[in-house]
């Protein structure tokens, strides 16, 4: 069975600030992605960014970029030049391509709740 | 374009009583997941269609819950009768059928229910 760890309940950052989420996972499939998903105070889930486990490079999209080891089963969250609007809760989730179920359901960390400060 | 949308957004009942969650996912997605978030603890997937057939249960807790997506269009997700340990969040998500993962997945605001 897959499982993700996000060990920071909670984090706070001042704006304009770097902050770096953490995220470790175990599985023991090879062929798997990974994703950070955010969620704003009473808002939607929606995707932040995505990683194919296939990909030795780290994917970046504008300011947020991740930091995948494979090796260590982690996948951080870097959020650069933090803005207001990026006050949400933080999911890492995993998925792989269960044959036997034909489903590509996540498996998601607990969350980080990130706070940006003015 | 219309996201993903569900009702109600919260649910107070009894426990023992039934209560029935929609899901309408975004037009033309043929993959519908349910998701569910009891307080503290992680996002568990519950079940997965494909079109209006099941295509993995695997997640659903037991049979007092029961998921329909008749036509392939909405779904319903009911809980009969409610227990305490119901209570939490519950989300849909879509996505569209075809290279399977790449498509992402697209989620609604969720339905908070609670079980007195």
């Known amino acids: 069975a897959q499982t993700v760890t996000q060990s920071q309940p909670e984090m706070s950052v001042q704006e304009a600030e770097t902050v770096t989420l953490s995220c470790t996972y175990d599985t023991s499939e090879n062929n798997y992605y990974l994703f950070w998903y955010k969620q704003p105070p009473s808002r939607q889930m929606i995707l932040v960014i995505r990683q194919e486990a296939y990909k030795q490079q780290n994917a970046t999209e504008n300011r947020f970029s991740v930091n995948f080891q494979k090796a260590a089963k982690s996948f951080s969250l870097k959020i650069s030049d933090s803005q207001l609007g990026d006050t949400a809760m933080y999911f890492c989730a995993f998925t792989a391509y269960y044959s036997g179920a034909g489903s590509y359901q996540l498996t998601f960390g607990k969350g980080t709740k990130l706070s940006v400060i003015p | 374009e219309a996201g993903v949308t569900q009702f109600p957004s919260h649910s107070v009942i009894e426990k023992g009583q039934t209560v029935t969650l929609r899901c309408d996912p975004i037009s033309g997605h043929d993959n519908l997941y349910w998701y569910r978030r009891v307080m503290g603890k992680e996002i568990k997937f519950l079940l997965h269609?494909?079109?209006?057939?099941?295509?993995?249960e695997s997640g659903m807790p037991n049979n007092r819950f029961l998921a329909e997506r008749t036509g392939g269009t909405y779904s319903t997700l009911k809980v009969q009768p409610a227990e305490l340990e119901d209570s939490g969040v519950y989300f849909c998500?879509?996505?569209?059928?075809?290279?399977?993962?790449?498509?992402?997945?697209?989620f609604g605001p969720g339905t908070r229910l609670t079980v007195l």
């Open positions: 269609f494909v079109k209006e057939s099941k295509q993995d």
């Open positions: 998500a879509s996505s569209q059928l075809g290279t399977g993962v790449l498509h992402e997945q697209f």
